[in-house]
């Protein structure tokens, strides 16, 4: 099995090693906490009512079995190519290859998503400013502050990230003060029970939980930047559990103080809630929060494209320009080809904007899971190759060793057959997907080899 724990150094030399344990976290948090919390939690709400709590405790299980696997090959090997570079390593180019362009091509492309739902807020405050224009504006600002040095980057996105995890938190901590002091009737076994739907419907709701989690593998990107391998550990776990905390709290609080059957009909649960506790200008505040968080996703994704793309681009997998960086750090290029979503949405906002953040969304998915599936892998066959005595010398271990790693991988399986054959559009689109990437490795492989 190969183990070449310099390799990624040696090929991304240049990098500013500059990002502290909270900044990669909080990159992390942004790029997962978004729209699809929300806006998107009534969704699971409606389909297992307040059952949806068993829903989300089973995906945060899985999102650990992945954060976990991912801490110890970061520690080992931190890298901005990441999960693509421990696919290479530890199971074949192809499945690196497949990991790390899928992971780019969705993420790049779901920059445009968060885009496009920021500027579909802003027309509650503008009315009359076509969208089109706050996507050009927000656009501009974004590739502005990642072509700046990591450092400058790093603590932007910590008080851009900060702003909506304190809001989600003291949205917990306002619907636990309803429900404890009565000023609400609890909504858990109020209108048809605990589970109104069935006992199977908690695992319908699961997939939809796991897409929640998704960005908690973004911390692995961020370690090709980290100030020291020492943060990488404290990084992984204060990710994964403000993550979890998050969304179990919200969705606890959401599951106990809405009506399950109610949620969602006419706005956002979270206004809902705050609206029921007084919080003056609920709807204002949300909305502003809502941007907040759009763009924090959005700022985080883009940062995360351009690094991986920037990987790509120095170990032969993508053109070699693209590995270049400017005087601040920055691969420059790589950045402006991975704003390549900016121009989707845009061309999208201005043909179907009503449609555009289901389109946009709906192709991230495949990316995200495909990144899960093969750092699990990676992670299996990362352990099966140490004795003993590599394990307790690791700088990171996982609590859940290999056992949780190819647990994890039977639950991520599950929920990809799960996502692609649960509707013919699904199908088509991930078969479609997965079939243009083999073409791409294909013929990179052949001019790789001829060069």
Not at 36 to 57: F, H, K, R
Not at 327 to 351: D, K, N, Q, T
């Amino acid at each position: 099995m190969p183990l070449a724990p310099a390799a990624p150094d040696i090929q991304e030399q240049g990098l500013h090693h500059k990002l502290t344990a909270g900044q990669m976290t909080m990159v992390a948090v942004g790029g997962s906490v978004g729209t699809g919390l929300l806006l998107g939690s009534a969704a699971a709400l409606e389909i297992a009512g307040p059952s949806v709590i068993l829903s989300y405790i089973v995906a945060a299980f899985i999102a650990y079995t992945v954060a976990m696997a991912l801490g110890e090959l970061a520690s080992m090997h931190p890298s901005a190519g990441s999960f693509g570079v421990y696919g290479e390593l530890y199971l074949n180019q192809y499945l690196g290859f497949l990991c790390r362009a899928g992971y780019w091509a969705s993420i790049a492309f779901s920059i445009g998503a968060e885009l496009v739902a920021s500027a579909t807020y802003m027309a509650y405050w503008f009315p009359a400013v076509p969208g089109e224009v706050w996507v050009f504006v927000f656009s501009a600002l974004l590739l502005l502050l990642n072509l700046r040095n990591v450092s400058s980057f790093g603590r932007f996105e910590f008080w851009f990230s900060m702003i909506k995890f304190a809001t989600i938190v003291a949205f917990i901590l306002a619907g636990a003060a309803l429900l404890v002091s009565r000023h609400v009737i609890p909504q858990y076994n109020a209108q048809g029970g605990f589970f109104p739907k069935g006992p199977v419907a908690p695992l319908l709701a699961v997939f939809l939980a796991i897409y929640s989690f998704g960005g908690v593998e973004m911390f692995a990107v961020t370690t090709g930047e980290s100030r020291s391998s020492k943060d990488i550990p404290r990084a992984v776990r204060l990710t994964f559990f403000l993550l979890a905390g998050l969304y179990l709290g919200a969705i606890i609080v959401l599951a106990g103080v809405m009506p399950w059957n109610h949620a969602g009909v006419s706005e956002s649960p979270f206004v809902s809630v705050l609206r029921v506790a007084k919080v003056p200008a609920a709807a204002s505040f949300m909305n502003f929060v809502v941007i907040t968080a759009a763009l924090s996703g959005a700022n985080a994704s883009l940062y995360v494209a351009s690094r991986l793309l920037f990987s790509m681009g120095r170990s032969g997998w993508a053109p070699a320009r693209l590995g270049k960086l400017n005087a601040s750090g920055s691969p420059r290029l790589a950045l402006l080809v991975s704003s390549y979503g900016i121009i989707a949405a845009l061309i999208i906002e201005h043909w179907a904007p009503k449609q555009a953040f289901l389109y946009i969304m709906s192709t991230a998915f495949s990316g995200l899971i495909l990144s899960w599936v093969v750092s699990l892998a990676a992670h299996i066959s990362f352990r099966r190759g140490l004795t003993p005595q590599q394990v307790s010398a690791l700088p990171m271990r996982s609590p859940l060793g290999v056992w949780g790693s190819i647990l994890g991988f039977t639950l991520v399986s599950t929920a990809v057959i799960h996502t692609l054959f649960s509707s013919r559009v699904n199908a088509l689109g991930g078969l479609t997907f997965i079939t243009a990437l083999t073409i791409a490795y294909l013929l990179l492989k052949r001019s790789r080899r001829a060069s």
